[in-house]
């Protein structure tokens, strides 16, 4: 890439251009120190059932503390990860830290962890994921491993290759972000998916808004006539929650239920097992 960059023919960039790519450059040279560091950690998210609002799991969401920068948003350095391969590396801390988290929990509640379509590509996911499991000795139905439309757009037979060998070890795989991607409902026609999330871009526009009504009533049929738990994703107000309690819509997430915090924070919600409090 350095080549490219030095090579005459590739010059076309704006300057300002020049300092946003080198900018990017340097992100990703720290971001290869911040996970040995301990920079990366994960917030946690609560998901709960739409009907009793009672919670039902936490999505595992990561989070760079930068020194130098604070907080750094995912959408800013999941890409720049993704980009130079680091995501492998990151992808495999978050699961191993969400996993060994929540085995610590008294109540069994489910984790979520996303996975990068690279960390498809590289490696062997299956295998890490079995690792994981028999490390830290949690339930394989309590892992849930949330996924776009991007892992399948690749290389489609190996991707269902290897979510299939996931599977068989017991783990639920989810179809986020549903109904932005191109080719959404041929992917739920050819795997069979545990549960499905609404795009928070579907929520976010409801407020009266006949289309995004219309859609997100049709994807929660679609769960319904599949027999897939529908998750909502990005649900900020009461009306949103009683337009989706009204629609049967099986889970929701999002602020009104709570932000992505540390797991401290739900102390009272997870509980913790007798074994983890004296180590603790
Ligand atoms: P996602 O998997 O769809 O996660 C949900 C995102 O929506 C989170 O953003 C969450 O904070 C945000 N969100 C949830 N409820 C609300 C709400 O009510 N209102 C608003 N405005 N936002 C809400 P976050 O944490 O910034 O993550 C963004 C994306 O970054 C994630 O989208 C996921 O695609 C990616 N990401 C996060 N953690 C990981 C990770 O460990 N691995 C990989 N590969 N990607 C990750
Ligand atoms: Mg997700
Ligand atoms: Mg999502
Ligand atoms: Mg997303």
């Given at each position: 890439?350095?080549k490219?960059?030095?090579?005459?023919?590739?010059?076309?960039?704006?300057?300002?251009?020049?300092?946003?790519?080198?900018?990017?450059?340097?992100?990703?040279?720290?971001?290869?120190?911040?996970?040995?560091?301990?920079?990366?950690?994960?917030?946690?998210?609560?998901?709960?059932?739409?009907?009793?609002?009672?919670?039902?799991?936490?999505?595992?969401?990561?989070?760079?503390?930068?020194?130098?920068?604070?907080?750094?948003?995912p959408?800013?350095?999941v890409?720049?990860?993704?980009?130079?391969?680091?995501?492998v590396?990151?992808?495999?801390?978050?699961?191993?830290?969400?996993?060994?988290?929540?085995?610590?929990?008294?109540?069994?509640?489910?984790?979520?962890v996303?996975?990068?379509?690279?960390?498809f590509?590289?490696?062997?996911?299956?295998?890490?994921?079995?690792?994981?499991?028999?490390?830290?000795?949690?339930d394989?139905?309590?892992?849930?491993?949330?996924?776009?439309?991007?892992?399948?757009?690749?290389?489609?037979?190996?991707?269902?290759?290897?979510?299939?060998?996931?599977?068989?070890?017991?783990v639920?795989?989810?179809?986020?972000?549903?109904?932005?991607?191109?080719?959404?409902?041929?992917?739920?026609?050819?795997f069979?998916?545990?549960?499905?999330?609404?795009d928070?871009?579907?929520?976010?526009?409801?407020d009266?808004?006949?289309?995004?009504?219309?859609i997100?009533?049709?994807?929660?049929?679609?769960?319904?006539?599949?027999?897939?738990?529908?998750?909502?994703?990005?649900?900020?107000?009461?009306?949103?929650?009683?337009?989706?309690?009204?629609?049967?819509?099986?889970?929701?997430?999002?602020?009104?239920?709570?932000?992505?915090?540390?797991?401290?924070?739900?102390?009272?919600l997870?509980?913790?097992?007798?074994?983890?409090?004296?180590v603790?």
């Amino acid at each position: 890439r350095a080549k490219q960059d030095g090579r005459g023919a590739y010059r076309f960039f704006e300057p300002e251009m020049d300092l946003r790519l080198r900018e990017r450059r340097a992100m990703q040279a720290e971001m290869r120190d911040a996970l040995p560091r301990g920079e990366f950690c994960l917030h946690y998210q609560p998901q709960a059932e739409t009907a009793t609002g009672v919670v039902s799991g936490f999505e595992a969401l990561l989070r760079w503390e930068s020194p130098k920068r604070g907080s750094v948003q995912p959408s800013e350095f999941v890409p720049l990860a993704e980009e130079n391969g680091l995501i492998v590396e990151l992808g495999e801390f978050v699961l191993r830290t969400a996993c060994a988290e929540a085995v610590t929990w008294a109540n069994p509640l489910t984790v979520a962890v996303n996975l990068s379509p690279v960390q498809f590509e590289h490696g062997d996911l299956p295998a890490l994921v079995r690792q994981v499991l028999a490390e830290t000795g949690l339930d394989p139905k309590r892992l849930e491993l949330e996924i776009t439309e991007g892992v399948l757009i690749h290389d489609f037979a190996r991707a269902l290759k290897v979510l299939e060998e996931i599977k068989a070890l017991g783990v639920c795989i989810a179809m986020d972000d549903f109904g932005t991607g191109y080719s959404s409902l041929a992917y739920l026609q050819a795997f069979p998916f545990d549960r499905i999330k609404i795009d928070r871009s579907f929520v976010a526009s409801l407020d009266g808004n006949r289309q995004s009504e219309a859609i997100i009533r049709a994807i929660v049929g679609l769960g319904r006539g599949l027999n897939v738990p529908i998750t909502a994703e990005g649900v900020e107000t009461e009306e949103q929650h009683a337009f989706l309690a009204a629609l049967d819509c099986t889970d929701i997430q999002g602020f009104l239920i709570g932000k992505p915090e540390p797991i401290g924070n739900f102390r009272a919600l997870v509980g913790l097992k007798k074994a983890a409090q004296k180590v603790a």
